[in-house]
């Protein structure tokens, strides 16, 4: 009876280390990334990797995402001073358009999908963005309406994606150098 | 002491194979479930424009309008057929049941229309004179098309053209 026992137990903390070591491993790692300020990017999405954790850490960081000559996809979930992204708090976003036919930026929830919000808007792209006079722009992103280019987000943790669809040949190569726009925190509001 | 040692490296032994096994597994268990949320197998299926309702993928984007077709080639082989929309960015991308994404292509690649019949090796079906043989490393997978939504005016114009999409299985030609 009590070799039994003893089997269960091994049986037992074995089966949770194991489950616990894939958790770390699909959850914590993120394998193949690179970091561009506040942006961080994975060398390995949409390719096809082989070996069980580059397998699993694609699966779940990048599931259905192209492969880099297509999109390069950026997240951040803190700003350029590395602090986490805060709903009550207002951002700005600043750079130059993107080396990309198309980019965009998206706001996400801290479960990945869009937050509700009355206006339905979730994103600014290189259609929608207004320029400054060179060629510059400048995004808020808060919980309170801007008068324009305005990503709404709601209160508590949040990430961003910033999409580049046909990436110029430099963002490819180097996409830790691709000049995205850096996220300065204005004011945190309660 | 010696005992107690036999116990740990048991134990270790059991994790070893449980981490292994879940590991590998991991891939196919989120395919499976994405494929089990789009719908049946082998037909194409229009997703709704992305809101924050949308539940079907994590961080999809609404700006773009997704088709989706997940397929089972285990009794043949796939045809799939589309109009690609003039002036705006569109591909077609296809993922294994391991989740790879073993082909794209684009609308600077494809002009007009694109034909493309996706079949595992030695599957023998009879081809048509334009389609494109695709080679799936796997039975099971998913066709995607993403179409960008560059203009909201023309948006009903667009989604008449992404809608010409269909995903057909085509059964060998021995067992017809």
Redesign the interface.
């Known amino acids: 009876m009590r070799l039994i026992f003893k089997i269960l137990g091994c049986l037992v903390i074995g089966a949770a280390l194991g489950l616990g070591a894939t958790w770390l491993a699909v959850s914590r790692m993120n394998l193949g990334a690179v970091s561009d300020g506040p942006w961080t990017m994975s060398l390995l999405t949409g390719s096809s990797q082989s070996g069980p954790y580059l397998r699993a850490n694609i699966a779940l960081h990048g599931l259905l995402a192209l492969n880099r000559s297509e999109t390069v996809y950026y997240t951040a979930d803190h700003d350029s001073a590395g602090e986490w992204l805060d709903g009550n708090c207002i951002y700005r976003l600043e750079g130059r358009e993107p080396s990309a036919r198309w980019w965009s930026i998206t706001a996400y929830g801290p479960d990945d999908y869009l937050m509700a919000n009355k206006y339905n808007l979730w994103s600014i792209s290189g259609e929608t963005v207004q320029l400054k006079s060179d060629s510059t722009f400048a995004i808020t992103v808060s919980k309170h309406r801007a008068p324009t280019n305005w990503i709404p987000v709601t209160r508590g943790r949040f990430s961003l994606t910033l999409r580049l669809y046909n990436p110029g040949a430099g963002v490819v190569d180097d996409p830790a150098n691709a000049m995205v726009p850096t996220i300065k925190r204005v004011v945190c509001v309660s | 002491m010696r005992r107690a040692l036999l116990?740990i490296a048991?134990?270790?032994?059991?994790?070893?194979?449980?981490?292994?096994f879940?590991?590998?597994a991991?891939?196919g268990f989120?395919?499976n479930k994405?494929m089990m949320k789009m719908g049946p197998v082998n037909e194409i299926h229009h997703m709704d424009r992305?809101?924050?309702?949308?539940?079907g993928?994590?961080?999809?984007?609404?700006?773009l309008l997704y088709s989706v077709c997940p397929f089972d080639l285990s009794k043949g082989a796939l045809h799939v057929t589309a109009k690609v929309p003039v002036g705006t960015?569109w591909?077609v991308?296809i993922?294994d049941a391991?989740?790879?994404?073993?082909f794209?292509k684009?609308d600077?690649q494809v002009k007009g229309s694109i034909d493309l019949m996706v079949m595992l090796p030695m599957t023998d079906v009879k081809m048509p004179a334009n389609s494109r043989q695709v080679l799936s490393p796997s039975a099971k997978g998913?066709v995607?098309f993403r179409t960008?939504i560059?203009?909201e005016n023309g948006f009903a114009a667009l989604d008449a053209v992404r809608r010409t999409a269909r995903c057909d299985l085509v059964r060998p030609v021995a067992t017809r």
């Open positions: 116990w048991a134990a270790l032994a059991v994790a070893a194979v449980v981490h292994y879940t590991l590998t991991t891939p989120i395919m994405v992305v809101t924050a309702a949308s539940r993928v994590v961080r999809p984007s609404p700006d960015y591909s991308s993922f391991d989740t790879n994404n073993f794209v684009n600077r998913l995607l960008l560059a203009d």
